[in-house]
């Protein structure tokens, strides 16, 4: 035998409806754009970190070849240019961010801040 519960259902007064959370709530992208600048700025400054550790490794290899060189022209002459070429990759990679600065000012594009270029690509 087929035993049937039937439950009726009342519709009651579920009040208002609120949003969630404020993050379905409509933006205006400055959001996006901060977060964008916070991140761009942590990969280079990770970046710069980088390159200046192996700058140091570079100087530490090149200082070990030339005591090793024993007088070999050759080998002292390796490891002094592999210290030059270390420094001035080292000076460029600091001085990238004045050269930007200096080629959005040239431009008329404010290359030093891309969260303000993010928002100002946005529909309006």
Known sequence: MLV???HTTIAGNLG????PSS???PTTGADAATTFERILSIAL???TI???VYFLLLLAVA????IGAAGDTGK????RDTMTNGLIGLV????????AGVVGTILGIDLLNPGKMLLQLAPK
């Open 16 to 19: 208002t409806f609120k949003a």
């Open 50 to 52: 980088i390159a200046a």
């Open 45 to 47: 400054g990770g970046f």
């Open 23 to 25: 993050a379905f709530a």
């Open 92 to 99: 460029i990679l600091v001085s990238v961010y004045a050269i």
């Open 63 to 66: 200082a070990f070849t030339w």
């Open 76 to 79: 002292i002459t390796k490891a």
């Open 4 to 6: 049937m519960n039937i």
